[in-house]
Nanobody, 125 residues
Framework: QVQLRESGGGLVQAGGSLRLSCAAS????????MGWFRQAPGKEREFVAA????????SYGDPVKGRFTISRDNAKMTVYLQMNNLKFEDTARYYC??????????????????WGQGTQVTVSS
């Protein structure tokens, strides 16, 4: 069973950038579509981005399109989320997720079976 660990969160000023990483272990990483989700206090978990097994397909939530980029390195068993032009409303805990049941990327959290513990991103205005 794959285990996921996120890193790279922190405090950044609005307009700044961060790169999140999610390192996988204990499974065959290339078998999984990977996703990033986020959850702010008092709000539901929100889809951020997803990438297919071979990185041939990506998908983004509307609030982050044009600002965030998801990528993966299967040899390093890691998925990344490059976040540029950060806004106050991007403040949330960001979670990495892995899903192996579907043949396409999905924005639904129910498509993902394995989750990391999350990393906090705080954007100051």
């Amino acid at each position: 069973q794959v285990q996921l660990r996120e890193s790279g969160g922190g405090l950044v000023q609005a307009g700044g950038s961060l790169r999140l990483s999610c390192a996988a272990s204990g499974g065959t990483f290339s078998r999984y579509n990977m996703g990033w989700f986020r959850q702010a206090p008092g709000k539901e978990r929100e889809f951020v981005a997803a990438i297919s097994r071979s990185a041939g397909s990506t998908s983004y939530g509307d609030p982050v399109k044009g600002r965030f980029t998801i990528s993966r390195d299967n040899a390093k068993m890691t998925v990344y989320l490059q976040m540029n032009n950060l806004k106050f409303e991007d403040t949330a805990r960001y979670y990495c997720a892995a899903g192996g049941r579907l043949g396409f990327v999905s924005p639904s959290e129910y498509a993902y079976d394995h989750w990391g513990q999350g990393t906090q991103v705080t954007v100051s205005s």
